[in-house]
Nanobody
Framework: VQVVESGGGLVQAGGSLRLSCKAS???????????MAWYRQAPGKQRELVAE???????NYANSVKGRFTISRDNSRKMVYLEMNNLKSEDTGVYYC?????????WGQGTQVTVSS
């Protein structure tokens, strides 16, 4: 089981990025049955939940990103996405994908997002 994030980078405030997360090694039924989430960790701060999506595609967002970020999943590809719009400097951090399954939380290595003001 491997979780790999991509899509991070440097963007100006007000810009957009789309993060992708690939959950490899999951059998389809396990991926489909479990929630997926994006977390982030800013320098000097604890890791925090950004957005999550259940197996029924019910979504939940941190208050700080509501109306700007959208989480989605493609079960056929075992992918999770995070569309980020109107980015702010406080969105800077390492973004991690969390894929629940096989009785544990499976984390990726993270992708850096830097928003310049």
């Amino acid at each position: 089981v491997q979780v790999v994030e991509s899509g991070g980078g440097l963007v100006q405030a007000g810009g957009s990025l789309r993060l992708s997360c690939k959950a490899s090694g999951f059998i389809t039924s396990v991926f489909n049955a479990n929630p997926m989430a994006w977390y982030r960790q800013a320098p000097g701060k604890q890791r925090e939940l950004v957005a999550e999506i259940t197996s029924d595609r019910v979504t939940n967002y941190a208050n700080s990103v509501k109306g700007r970020f959208t989480i989605s999943r493609d079960n056929s590809r075992k992918m999770v996405y995070l569309e980020m719009n109107n980015l702010k400097s406080e969105d800077t951090g390492v973004y991690y994908c969390n894929a629940a399954g096989y009785g544990r939380e499976n984390w990726g290595q993270g992708t850096q997002v830097t928003v310049s003001s």
